[in-house]
């Protein structure tokens, strides 16, 4: 059963790679809202989803991100949108937070 409230202290991290973790914040219907932390030079590697949208707003540090083909710096407070088979990937120049939304939810996150 998917919950209706869920409070950050009660949910653990996964560990993705030496400088990179998530958990998943919350989910529901057809969404899924993930926070992901970097150690800077903490890389999520390019890549694409060919079922989901993905928004990614940027809660702390700066990032390099590359999404279609286009690079740009991006701080705390800024975000991207990246649909359907769009290329997209982010190395941290700082440590940082992501809060990643996707649509329909990641199943592959729950296995």
Do not use: W
């Not at 969404?31 to 999520?44: L, N, S, Y």
């Not at 694409?48 to 590359?66: A, P």
């Not at 800024?78 to 190395?91: L, M, P, Q, T």
């Amino acid at each position: 059963m998917e919950k209706i409230i869920v409070k950050n202290s009660e949910i653990e991290f996964e560990e993705l790679e030496a400088k990179v973790k998530r958990k998943i914040l919350s989910r529901g219907g057809t969404m899924m809202a993930v926070e992901v932390h970097f150690k800077k030079g903490g890389v999520g590697k390019k890549h694409s989803h060919d079922q989901h949208e993905q928004i990614c707003y940027i809660l702390k540090g700066e990032f390099e991100v590359e999404v279609g083909g286009e690079t740009s710096t991006l701080k705390a407070g800024d975000s991207f949108y990246a649909g359907k088979n769009i290329e997209h990937g982010v190395k941290a120049l700082t440590d940082a937070v992501i809060l990643d939304v996707f649509t329909p939810q990641r199943e592959d996150f729950l296995a």
